[in-house]
């Protein structure tokens, strides 16, 4: 199972860096996406990160704000979010797949833990 955490409530503007940790598995041996549902509406990929060579996805609206990475050491996946707005806020989710590319479904993600709530507000 994965395990999100680093949520918290920030004002616009602010940032946060979102964690998650693998146990019982090696995330070397997969691509790791963060995905996030606000309330009453479905699961956004946001963005994934691939095992082999790090390279990486952003679904518009975050990419240049948000910032996808590994530590290999730590079996751990980050998410460095800036300039967060009010609509940024959501439950934020972590989970493996085979591949990170730019048309995967959230449907073809595995390995999904407990989120971790971001709130953003003033």
């Known amino acids: 199972q994965l395990q999100a955490s680093g949520g918290g409530l920030v004002q616009p503007g602010g940032s946060l860096r979102l964690s998650c940790k693998a146990s019982?598995?090696?995330?070397?041996?997969?691509?790791v996406g963060w995905f996030r549902q606000a309330p009453g509406k479905g699961r956004d990929r946001l963005s994934c990160?691939?095992?082999?060579?790090?390279?990486?996805w952003y679904v518009d609206s975050v990419k240049g704000r948000f910032t996808i990475s590994r530590d290999k050491a730590k079996n751990t996946v980050f998410l460095q979010m800036d300039d967060l707005k009010p609509e940024d806020t959501a439950v934020y989710y972590c989970?493996?797949?085979?591949?990170?590319?730019?048309?995967?479904?959230?449907?073809?993600?595995?390995?999904w833990g407990q989120g971790t709530q971001v709130t953003v507000s003033s």
């Open positions: 990160i691939n095992n082999i060579d790090d390279s990486t």
């Open positions: 019982g598995f090696g995330l070397d041996y997969f691509a």
């Open positions: 989970a493996t797949a085979l591949v990170c590319d730019s048309y995967s479904a959230v449907t073809e993600y595995e390995n």
